[in-house]
């Protein structure tokens, strides 16, 4: 059988993963190669032993790893990246790493393995749990999710039909009753801080702002980075990490009012530190330990640029020592080009003022944290330049 991209990776992952470790699938072993359905699944390694060998194995393929955080004690996601006709798709792998009964599930990586069975998919070979772990494991995750177990009788009796819906659903309320114990409510909240404090060192987030001068295309840009499926979540602000109840107002006069006073002008600088770092504290550092891109369009580093569209009137260089002293982003994308082809565009400015502006904004650019992107491309080039980037810098932290 003819198998597709996302099927040749999942089945050589497995295979090679066999020729080093035992492993086995949770459940649905049947679902694996399917779009919407992550793949469960024990192992009997460690997770920097996992991390190691998901490196060697992303060299030898088309695929990256875009991400990797803990979901529970020993548990740990893996989200694998890979393109299709230029489409960016996901293979989300949930995976077990010498698991012992410390997770809220309660997975037992020993028991599990010692009994597996092998199972053939499309002519590929994967190992699975027995039959009989799989419906105490199945029925055990459903009452964690208090989901309706009625709903999953005829896939529990399709694994062993002399399975009753009496003992089914005792089962169920077995697990249930336990997972509203007190041991168990003590268990969860342990769990959970230890899950904070290795979210809090994994950075599971990344956050990116775009720059530039009006007209090189930000907001165009910033719908087709949301569009890539990279994160779980995808949260965006315009200019402070703050959210806005009211609607946001098109700015078509930036230069239109004269300046602040000096005085004015360093108030509203330390009123803008306050508002960055308690928005960064309140508003980005929950999102931080979640699965999440934080997309800024605009940041504090404009007001360095073009002065004039938020009115300071004090030294430039004192702005600039301010911003030591705000939160940033992980990376800046600074969207420029040719001035004449974004005056084209708009003509919000004159002439001259735009092509100083292109000039700050490209001096910015230290192909380390601020990336400059030349923004004459059609936007799906431009998205695939900062996917690239974005996933670069990601792949840096493993």
């Known amino acids: ?50 991390i190691n060998f998901i490196k060697d194995f992303i060299k030898d393929h088309n695929v990256f790893l875009g991400n990797h955080y803990t979901i529970d004690i020993n548990i740990y996601r893996f989200d694998f990246f890979y393109f299709n006709n230029h489409n960016l798709e996901r ?29 053939d998919i499309n002519d590929s070979i994967f190992y699975k749990i027995s039959d009989i772990d799989e419906i105490e494991y199945y029925i055990k995750k459903k009452a964690y999710k208090n989901s309706d177990i009625s709903l999953y009788i005829s896939y529990l009796k399709k694994l062993d039909s002399d ?19 007190k041991e168990y409510k003590i268990k969860y909240v342990l ?13 599971p987030s990344f956050s990116i702002s775009f720059l530039g001068p009006d007209g090189s295309g930000k907001s165009t840009i910033i ?48 009123y803008f530190i306050y508002q960055y770092n308690c928005g960064w504290l309140k508003n980005i550092m929950p ?14 580093d404009d007001m360095l640029v073009d002065t004039k569209r938020y009115r300071y009137g004090g030294s430039v260089r004192l702005a600039k020592f301010a911003r030591l002293f705000i939160s940033k982003p992980d990376i800046y994308f600074i969207l420029t080009t040719d001035p004449k082809v974004i005056y084209e565009r708009k003509q919000e400015v004159p002439f001259k003022e735009l092509e100083r ?11 380390k944290r601020y990336f ?27």
């Open 372 to 398: 400059n992107i030349d923004v004459n491309r059609s936007p799906e080039d431009i998205a695939q330049e900062i996917m690239d980037i974005i996933m670069g810098k990601m792949n840096e932290r493993y």
């Open 91 to 119: 293979i989300e792998l949930d995976c077990v790493c010498n698991g012992n009964g410390r997770d809220l599930l309660k997975i037992d990586n020993n028991i599990l393995l010692k009994n597996r069975i092998a199972v």
């Open 1 to 50: 059988m003819i198998l597709n991209i996302r099927e040749k990776i999942i089945s050589s992952f497995f295979e090679n993963l066999s020729n080093k470790y035992e492993y086995a699938i949770l459940h649905h072993v049947n679902k694996i190669y399917d779009n919407d359905d992550d793949i469960d699944f024990i192992v009997n390694c460690n997770r920097n032993e996992m």
């Open 191 to 203: 769990n959970k801080i230890i899950l904070l404090i290795e979210r809090m060192i994994e950075k």
């Open 223 to 270: 719908s087709k980075i949301k569009e890539i499926p990279l994160f779980i979540n995808n949260y965006y602000f315009h200019l402070k990490p703050l959210y806005s109840r009211e609607k946001l107002i098109i700015v078509e006069e930036p230069h239109k009012y004269p300046p602040y006073s000096k005085l004015k002008s360093y108030i509203k600088l330390l």
């Open 163 to 181: 399975i009753s819906e009496k003992i089914i659903f005792e089962k169920y309320m077995y697990w249930q009753k336990y997972f509203s114990s």
């Open 287 to 300: 999102l931080k330990i979640k699965s999440s891109l934080v997309i800024f369009d605009r940041y504090f």
């Open 357 to 367: 502006q292109v000039k700050e904004y490209r001096a910015l650019a230290d192909g």
